[in-house]
């Protein structure tokens, strides 16, 4: 699939939250640099946090997570170059993030 050299976009209420550059694919895993806009700000903790707790060992911690992670599909919306996805998952740490998602 040629995923590679795409760009696709995280946004929110507040605007651009940032850039995906995708240089690898590991279907159904994309990753790449990501580029923060001027809305990251605004949910940087909030991923940050998701992924404290999708590292950590044990299942207690998956309820947690999925709160945190609803509370960022609340918030963010992914979009392909063709445009919205219906649902996504999104990690995102320093310049790199990587996302699997379901057209809708």
């Known amino acids: 699939m ?5 760009s696709w976009y995280v946004s ?3 605007g651009r939250v940032g850039e ?3 240089d690898d694919s590991d279907f159904p895993w994309l ?3 990501f580029v923060a806009g001027p809305a990251f700000t605004a949910v940087r903790d909030l991923f940050a946090r998701e992924l404290a707790l999708a ?3 044990g299942e207690r911690h998956w309820q947690e997570w999925e709160t945190v992670y609803d509370e960022i599909r609340r ?3 992914l979009s392909s170059p063709d445009g919205p996805v219906a649902d996504f998952l999104l ?4 310049d790199r993030a990587w996302f699997r ?3 809708g």
């Open 2 to 6: 040629g995923f590679e050299g795409e």
């Open 91 to 94: 990690h995102i740490e320093g």
């Open 12 to 14: 929110s209420a507040e």
């Open 101 to 103: 998602w379901i057209d």
């Open 20 to 22: 995906i550059a995708v």
């Open 75 to 77: 918030r963010v919306s």
């Open 55 to 57: 590292q950590r060992d």
């Open 31 to 33: 990753a790449g640099r």
